[in-house]
Each structure stands twice: as C-alpha cells, then as structure tokens.
C-alpha cells in the first residue's frame, strides 16, 4: 500500500536526549490523523521532521512512496498551519493568501483565481480586503488555512492551531476544519495536546510518550480499548483499581482487597494467575442503584455527589480503600434517582467495559 507519509524507525536526538525515539507510523492517502500527547513528548518534533524544519539522526520520511529526508523543507509539498498563524500584518487577506503563490511567480490571474478558490474553501471570500487586525481569531486561522491550502500541497500539517483560541470558539473550529479536510481531500497531520479535540476531529490517533508512540488506533479504539496505563489514563477520565489475578475464566477476577472481587474483561496479553494488574474502568460506564439487582454489584458508600449540569458526578468508597468516580447521566425528566453524601449504593459495570492492564 502506497502511503500519504510513512515514517520508518524514526530517530531524532538532540545530545543524549532522544526528543524522537525510533518512530514508524503509516499515514494514508485524504487522512485525518492525529498526533496527541502531553507537552515534551516528541509530537511537535515528529512534525518538524516530517516539514523538513529537523534532521532525522536516524530513519527515513516517505512522502507517497519517495524518501524525502534529504529533502530541505521548500521543496517539499507540504505546508504547515502555526498557532500562532503569522499573517502580515499590512497586507490585505487575499495578499496574505496569495504571498506563496507570488514568490513562484505565478501568472496573476492564476494567482486570483487559486485565492478566491481557497478563501471560499474556508468561507472568508468576502473579507478578501480586510486587514488581520479587523479579523477574529477564528477569523484569522481560517486565513492562515487559506494560505496553506492555496499551494496544493500533498500534506498539510497543522500544528495546535486552535490553541489561542477561546473554548467555545475552538470547539467550533473543530468541526469547520473536519469539514474543510473532508472537502479538499487533502491529508491532515494534526498535532494537539487536547484529548477531546483529537477524539473529536481524527480518523486515527497515535498517542506520543517519552518520544514514542504508544498506541495507533481509531478515537473509539484508543478510548474504548486502551492498550495501557498511559493511554487510559491520558484519554478522558478513568478509575484504576489495582489487584491481583485470581482467575480467567472466561472474565477475569481481581481480588482487590481480601473481601473485595471484581470481574474484567480479560487482557489480549497472556497473564497467569497471581499477576498483579490494574482494572480500568471509565466513570460513565459504571450505575449505581439503591438495591443489588445484579450479582456482579459492588456495595459501597456515597462519599460526594456533585451536579454538573448534563450529570452527577459521584465517589464511592468500595471496600476499605478503594474509591470509584461514577458519571450517571440526567435526563431533566426529574424521575432520575440521586443518592447524597452517605447513601449506602450498590455499583455495577458491564464485564467488557472494565479493561484489564498490566503497565
């Protein structure tokens, strides 16, 4: 399979410090791939690697199946989207779009027809004559969207883009450029720090740590489906109990405290009785009831219970130490049950939706 960017056990060092650690991924043709992670975990410089802004110390870039690591950066076909947009400010939207195509020399009515093609793309055709400073933010991230666009490039990257931008506003730039990427067809590298955004926006995700990736997969996969601590932990919020291995048979069953069993789903790993584990459980998928209608139920006791508009959101004490945070849904019917701080309450989960882990 012919790939939009490969990249082949990539390495990037800087002294002893390896900001890039042996790296391969595979990035296809028209996707909208996510690069997330926290800060210093190598993403930013995954980036300016594949720009051609770094040197690899070690491995290989393929751009649709040609190594481009010797490649400087202006020949590449590939554009990148900063956060901190970097537009002229003395010059006019469209002179701002149509900056790259001049430096090519390009016939004028060329010129004119690409930057009125790339500003309707990102619909700000009709503040071709504005000045940046008479723009939004969000205004003018779609301009510096235009500019790059407007060279065709094979690859666009995007490098937090939407970071300087208020929630509401970002929020709502995340769905125009999941919009606009499915329109022109371009591929997207996206790098972002944000969880939701990644989940939201991606086709695939691969979450960075300590310059490696630590999983590729879809939002629902890496959310769903951790395949360790680190990434349950860093997507969304996430109860860990830690346990030991009692039994596997067909779910697996971690003693937790001396009086306390509960069951996972089982680990794609191989593990063996006695193992110490870690169970993960998301807060939204776990009910409390006032009565035990389950025999998978664990009892336990209120210890807060906060409303926070579209939920409750409650910790109970299971067992001596252990807690667990439960995200139970309001419906606004105002039949819903509630339970306050000391309300004893039976815990239940769906076998699958507890994820077995052993980092």
């Given at each position: 399979?012919?790939?939009?960017?490969?990249?082949v056990?990539?390495s990037?060092?800087?002294?002893s410090?390896?900001?890039?650690?042996?790296?391969?991924?595979?990035?296809?043709?028209?996707?909208?791939?996510?690069?997330?992670?926290?800060s210093?975990?190598?993403?930013?410089?995954?980036?300016?690697?594949?720009?051609?802004?770094?040197?690899?110390?070690?491995?290989?870039?393929?751009?649709?199946?040609?190594?481009?690591?010797?490649?400087?950066?202006?020949?590449?076909?590939?554009?990148?989207?900063?956060?901190?947009?970097?537009?002229?400010?003395?010059?006019?939207?469209?002179?701002?779009?149509?900056?790259?195509?001049?430096?090519?020399?390009?016939?004028?009515?060329e010129?004119?027809?690409?930057?009125?093609?790339?500003?309707?793309?990102?619909?700000?055709?009709?503040r071709?004559?504005?000045?940046?400073y008479?723009?939004?933010?969000?205004?003018?991230?779609?301009?510096?969207?235009?500019?790059?666009?407007?060279?065709?490039?094979?690859?666009?990257?995007?490098?937090?883009?939407?970071?300087?931008?208020?929630?509401?506003?970002?929020?709502?730039?995340?769905?125009?450029?999941?919009?606009?990427?499915q329109?022109v067809?371009?591929?997207?590298?996206?790098?972002?720090?944000?969880?939701?955004?990644?989940?939201?926006?991606?086709?695939?995700?691969?979450?960075?740590?300590?310059?490696?990736?630590?999983?590729?997969?879809?939002?629902?996969?890496?959310?769903?489906?951790?395949?360790?601590?680190?990434?349950?932990?860093?997507?969304?919020?996430?109860?860990?109990?830690?346990g030991?291995?009692?039994?596997?048979?067909g779910?697996?069953?971690?003693?937790?405290?001396?009086?306390?069993?509960i069951?996972?789903?089982?680990?794609?790993?191989?593990?063996?009785?006695?193992?110490?584990v870690?169970?993960?459980?998301?807060?939204e998928?776990?009910?409390?009831?006032?009565?035990?209608?389950?025999?998978?139920?664990?009892?336990?006791?209120?210890?807060?219970?906060?409303?926070?508009?579209?939920?409750?959101?409650?910790?109970?004490?299971?067992?001596?130490?252990?807690?667990?945070?439960?995200?139970?849904?309001?419906?606004?019917?105002?039949?819903?049950?509630?339970?306050?701080?000391?309300?004893?309450?039976?815990?239940?989960?769906?076998?699958?939706?507890?994820?077995?882990?052993?980092?």
């Open positions: 399979m012919l790939y939009a960017v490969e990249l056990n990539l990037k060092a800087y002294g410090f390896r900001a890039v650690d042996n790296v391969s991924l595979q990035i296809k043709e028209g996707e909208f791939f996510s690069i997330l992670g926290p210093g975990c190598g993403k930013t410089t995954t980036l300016r690697l594949i720009a051609g802004f770094e040197t690899p110390t070690s491995g290989e870039i393929y751009l649709q199946g040609q190594p481009i690591s010797g490649v400087p950066a202006f020949q590449r076909p590939i554009n990148t989207v900063f956060q901190n947009y970097a537009l002229f400010p003395h010059m006019t939207v469209a002179q701002n779009v149509a900056f790259g195509l001049e430096m090519q020399r390009l016939p004028r009515k010129i004119e027809h690409r930057v009125r093609e790339a500003l309707e793309m990102v619909r700000m055709a009709d071709a004559h504005s000045r940046p008479q723009l939004s933010g969000g205004q003018q991230q779609r301009v510096a969207l235009a500019r790059a666009l407007v060279n065709r490039p094979s690859v666009l990257l995007l490098d937090e883009p939407l970071g300087a931008l208020d929630l509401k506003l970002r929020k709502a730039m995340q769905f125009e450029l999941k919009q606009i990427q329109e067809g371009i591929t997207f590298i996206y790098v972002t720090h944000d969880q939701e955004e990644a989940l939201t926006m991606s086709d695939r995700i691969a979450v960075m740590g300590h310059g490696q990736v630590v999983q590729c997969a879809t939002p629902e996969e890496i959310y769903e489906r951790p395949q360790s601590r680190y990434v349950a932990d860093f997507i969304g919020e996430t109860n860990f109990l830690e030991t291995l009692i039994s596997l048979n779910a697996a069953e971690v003693q937790l405290e001396p009086s306390l069993r069951k996972a789903a089982p680990s794609e790993r191989s593990l063996a009785e006695g193992a110490t870690t169970v993960a459980i998301r807060p998928k776990i009910a409390l009831s006032a009565t035990n209608g389950d025999p998978n139920a664990v009892r336990g006791t209120v210890r807060d219970a906060v409303y926070i508009g579209t939920d409750m959101r409650y910790v109970v004490q299971v067992g001596e130490r252990a807690q667990l945070v439960a995200r139970v849904q309001n419906f606004g019917t105002g039949r819903e049950q509630r339970f306050r701080r000391g309300d004893a309450v039976y815990v239940t989960w769906a076998t699958e939706n507890a994820r077995l882990l052993v980092d």
